[in-house]
């Protein structure tokens, strides 16, 4: 009965026959079909009670309404529970007392109103920090303790609370988001790895050495050779653990770079970040280390004698705790939105727009400086030289890896589109109007399945000639036409006369053809903690900190100068596990 009343009380919200209702907040919504209850699970509501992760209240959500699948208005063009970012819980938007939060407009601009939008705006629970709060959490005892402490829910921090745990330790797992994912969920591309057997099948010669002096040469041999080594080789295996929890990275194209196709991601051309990220968040609840959302590490403590003693938490609902931990993992990611930051590290950037997520904020990397942590490259920032002009989406690499051309807006070429990301940046804020234009035909439509999604969010401007294509985007039409023709040309020929590009997979000859523009924005921060290939931390004199471990996008050194795409999804893999398993070790006293 309860569940036909909501049934109803849903679909009347649908149709916005409920606009009553949708003036009040949701929890009175919900009071009158079932009380407190619905929601608290009793109806004595004692506040502050609500555990910070919030699962069971989103539990309570699908119990009632069902899976996003279900739910997802396929008939709609853009659907929000039918979102390319998997499963991100409820209350990411809806919220019971306070204003409800379209959430995927932390990057697009969609002008869904939400039910309940009139209700009274929400005071951020994580708007700053309150020091006195600090101050009394470290002088009391500890809430909880666990050997190991991973901050952050990325692919890094999921990878490393994973392997802690199958090593035999004790381990909680933070995130200060209200779902976890962070860059790692946005990740388009793919995953770099030689000698798997996705590359064996398709006959494709590499060698460890072969991605080591790949990524040498885009980091400008900035990088720390004796990490990338490790990237290298323990690349297959990484790609074999995600396969062993139910990820598919069957297919391998090329990226940037790279000499040979080495980019694995999921068949169709389907984007490895929010599968990886999926499996990994299945994979974390079935080994006890789901991640505890809405939980923002603000200190990492240690003891007298310098090493890692615990951290302090602000939990939404529970406020500030200590938590004890023999041994820390940072895995809080990079700096990309941060704009201080940008200003003090980067300042020709600061102002760009970024296709990192909005949980990019460099948190671990204050915490680590605040603890003596020395830095490497910190003032590396890449640029992608792809991101949909005024937008925040990135239009992936693997549109000009699977064969689309880059052209000024006059429509002419102007370098190797599969140059090194920062190379390709620079030539591009070279143009007039520093911006460019990505062209292709239908032959890369139906081959990279991600172009339908751009496609899908009104980016692409499509023709069905290459003459109306420039009409429809103010470039040369002879000029254009010249373009396309000599490239089709070269291509044939196997050799690009005008720039060297090496690999042109496909013509741009088959109507319709289509177009997006483009211009750099802040894509990657390369630099951070320093780490050593057991991935632990080092201080300002590149001695371990011991019990402090960092992975992923928080460390500099893997990358140098310029991260090369694919390679940070492997960074993430290799070395949360390589993190995780050392963290465990050392917290085990092995
Ligand atoms: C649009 C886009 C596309 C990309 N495509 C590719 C690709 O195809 N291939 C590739 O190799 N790389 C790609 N990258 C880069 C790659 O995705 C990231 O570098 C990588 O996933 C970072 O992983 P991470 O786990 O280190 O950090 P993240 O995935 O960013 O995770 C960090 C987590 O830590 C949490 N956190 C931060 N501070 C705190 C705190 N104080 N307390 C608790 N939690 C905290 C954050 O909320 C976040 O969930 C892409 C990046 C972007 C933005």
Known sequence: ?????????????????????????????????????????????????????????????????GSYDKLANKSKKIDPHGSHLGNVNCTSCHTAHVKPKLVCNDCHTFPNKMPFADAPEAKKWDDGIDAEAVLKAEAAAPRETADVVVIGAGSTGMNAAISAKRAGANVLLLEKH???????????????????????????????????????????????????????????????????????????????????????????????????????????????????????????????????????????????????AKAVVLATGGYGMNQDMIAVYRPTFKGMTSSNNVTSTGDGIKMALNIGASMTDIDWVQAHPTVGKDSRILISETVRGVGAIMVNTDGARFINELTTRDRASDAILKQPSRSAWLVFDSQLYSKAKMVRGYDHLGMLKKADTVEDLAKLTGMKADVLAKTVSDYNRFRSAGKDEAFGRADMPLSVEKAPFYAVMVAPGIHHTMGGVAINTMSQVLDIQSRPIPGLYAAGEVTG??????????????????????????AAAFALGK
């Open 1 to 65: 009965m309860k569940k036909q009343l909501i049934a109803l009380a849903v679909a009347a919200l649908m149709t916005g026959a409920a606009s009553a209702a949708q003036t009040g907040v949701l929890a009175n919504f919900h009071s009158a079909m079932g009380g407190c209850a619905v929601c608290h699970g009793t109806d004595k509501v004692v506040p502050n009670a609500i555990p910070d992760d919030e699962y069971a209240l989103n539990k309570s959500c699908t119990n009632c309404h």
């Open 178 to 324: 209200v779902f976890s994912g962070g860059n790692s969920m946005l990740a388009a591309g793919g995953y770099n790895a030689v000698g798997t057997k996705q590359q064996k099948a398709k006959g494709i010669k590499d060698t460890p050495e072969a991605y080591v002096e790949d990524t040498m040469k885009g980091g400008r041999f900035k990088n720390d050779r004796e990490l990338v080594k490790i990237l290298a080789e323990e690349s297959a295996s990484g790609v074999e653990w995600l396969e062993s929890m139910g990820a598919d990275l069957s297919e391998v194209k090329r990226s940037g770079g790279a000499r040979v196709d080495r980019t694995h991601r999921p068949t169709g051309g389907k984007s490895v970040g929010p599968h990886i990220v999926d499996v990994l968040r299945a994979q974390s609840e079935k080994d006890g280390v789901a991640p505890r959302l809405n939980s923002r590490v603000v200190k990492i403590l240690t003891d007298d004698n310098h090493r890692i003693a615990g951290v302090i938490v602000h939990g939404k609902h529970t406020g500030y705790y200590k938590v004890a």
């Open 557 to 582: 050194g893997v990358h140098g100068f310029n991260r090369l795409g694919g390679n940070a999804v492997a960074d993430t893999v290799v070395f949360g596990r390589r993190a995780g398993e050392h």
